[in-house]
């Protein structure tokens, strides 16, 4: 009676290991002498290439672990600058020094190359302050600007000319990225930068709305009833 052998091909070895992933541990001195080819040529054994994978996931796994230690100290930092601008916005005792406080934080604390803020209302002491406009909220000048201040929500990244026209005027040429935040029913704070990069689409916003919300409220105070 003739033999038949049946031939298997390696992909049926790879289905085979793969259903049974605990093959190996039964046969060690099977797992030591397979060999796993490299990207540069020379072949490792199977438990050398294992050390070098895992070494690989721990490097990237630190890597991502400073990533995170580095984002966290960022995040520290600017919570306590935050802190800090809306402690000393409450400390102001007028709308004009109200003002001066924000943009002097924004300029030092926030390292703003630019600063400007556009109010919708007249401030008493402020009217040659070169990082300040009034402008009514009705002025045709604001209307590139009307959607964000129908909703609110910061914008970071790299401004239309006509936005930046408006926010830095004879300055627009330094301007290579922004950070604009609208207040509605105040007005708008713009913080430009030397870098294009500086602020991008997707940055977090959330100090952004700590520091507008802190300062509609520290402006709230000296409105007329």
Known sequence: MNDTVEKIGAHEVAAWLRRHPSFLKQFPDL???MVVPRDDGPTASLASYQLEV??????????RLADLGSNAQIN?????????????LMRQTSAAATLKAMAASLEEDFAGDLVSLIV??????????????????DDPA?????DCLLDGEPICGRLQQEKNQVLYRERVGEVASTALLPL??????????H???????????????????????????????
């Open 120 to 137: 919708f209302d007249a401030v008493p002491e402020l009217e040659q302050a070169p990082w300040l406009q009034v402008l009514a909220h």
């Open 31 to 33: 797992a030591l002498t």
């Open 54 to 63: 895992l070494r690989d996931k721990n490097r990237e796994l630190s890597r």
């Open 76 to 88: 520290e930092r600017l919570a306590v600058r935050t802190h800090q601008l809306t402690l000393a």
């Open 195 to 225: 870098d294009p990069n500086r602020f991008y689409p997707g940055m977090g916003t959330l100090f952004l709305r700590m520091m507008g919300e802190a300062l509609a409220v520290g402006l709230q105070r000296f409105r007329s009833v």
């Open 142 to 146: 604001l209307a590139p600007f009307h």
């Open 184 to 193: 509605p029913g105040v007005g708008l704070i713009a913080v430009g930068s």
